[in-house]
Nanobody
């Protein structure tokens, strides 16, 4: 089994910052892409940022210049530093990782989600 656990969500005022963390554990052979998605009730889950094993990154246009994704391979952990937060960033943020266990192929796994609320 593979488990992803997020932390760091909470309530923050507009313009503030939060740092999300997600750690993968379990029967992990290797992890390729890790990323963050977010979802608002009534809307589809959308990509926020992703980071590939080699270090390349992708960001949604709405968060470019404000959010930074990083990872610690030794700890199987991915981070999302969120600065200059806006009310529009309010959502449940989900960690995602593509994990290879004992046998291929890589499979996608999701964390339980952490609530981020940006409000004064």
């Amino acid at each position: 089994q593979v488990q992803l656990v997020e932390s760091g969500g909470g309530l923050v005022q507009p313009g503030g910052s939060l740092r999300l963390s997600c750690t993968a554990s379990g029967n992990i052979f290797t992890i390729s892409t890790m990323g963050w998605y977010r979802q608002v009730p009534g809307k589809q889950r959308e990509l926020v940022a992703q980071i590939i094993n080699g270090g390349s990154t992708n960001y949604a246009d709405a968060v470019k210049g404000r959010f930074t994704i990083s990872r610690d391979g030794a700890k199987n952990t991915v981070y999302l530093q969120m600065n200059s937060l806006k009310p529009e960033d309010t959502a449940v943020y989900y960690c995602n990782a593509y994990v290879r266990t004992t046998t291929p192929p890589f499979r996608g796994y999701w964390g339980q989600g952490t609530q981020v609320t940006v409000s004064s």
